[in-house]
């Protein structure tokens, strides 16, 4: 057996093993429609054909059109596919906590640094190259404007855009439906 078929079936026989170990019954995935959902909807089709495990997709309004009309239409032969919404509209969402902006990790310094200041650890982190930080995490040159009382009277930035509009409908969405996501399942995953 070459070494892709054998890590896909490594794989599928991990999926196969939690899925047994917890039931098929305490799980969702949360599907974007996106390449990694996607395969991983694949991925547990294999390991467990039939599944009746629900695919829920946070439809926010800020997706891209293409990738929403491919899980609404998926969802016309899929059952599977729950389509959930969330409880504030982009619009007001984004005027009351802030916008998103270049990434997660960017967004979530920023707001540290418009709470407490230029000289926060997180922030001089973030901005000055430190030893074992690396420049992956750093902030880009061309953003650095964004870190100056000027700017931050101007527009409010913020990372969370992704856990109003997703993670906080999914989250209701698992406990009105009791899908008791365990975090021995995130790190089965991981495992891989």
Not at 26 to 53: H, R
């Amino acid at each position: 057996m070459c070494d892709n078929k054998f890590l896909l079936f490594d794989r599928l026989q991990k999926i196969k093993q939690v899925l047994g170990k917890y039931g098929e019954e305490n799980f969702y995935i949360s599907f974007s429609g996106g390449k990694d959902s996607v395969v991983v909807s694949a991925l547990v089709d294999m390991s467990l054909p039939d599944n009746q495990i629900p695919r829920v997709y946070a439809d926010t309004g800020i997706e891209l059109n293409m990738i929403r009309e491919f899980v609404l239409n998926l969802q016309k032969s899929d059952d599977r596919i729950i389509v959930i919404k969330p409880s504030v509209p982009v619009k007001r969402m984004l005027e009351e906590e802030g916008y998103p902006f270049k990434s997660k990790e960017h967004s979530h310094i920023w707001d540290v640094y418009s709470r407490n200041g230029i000289e926060c650890k997180t922030a001089q982190t973030y901005l000055n190259e430190r030893e074992g930080y690396g420049k992956r995490h750093m902030c880009p040159n061309i953003l650095r404007y964004q870190f100056t009382d000027e700017f931050k009277e101007r527009l409010k930035i913020s990372d969370k855009c992704c856990k109003r509009m997703k993670e906080e409908p999914l989250d209701k969405w698992s406990r009105d439906n009791k899908k008791k996501l365990s975090d021995n399942w995130h790190h089965a995953i991981r495992g891989w």
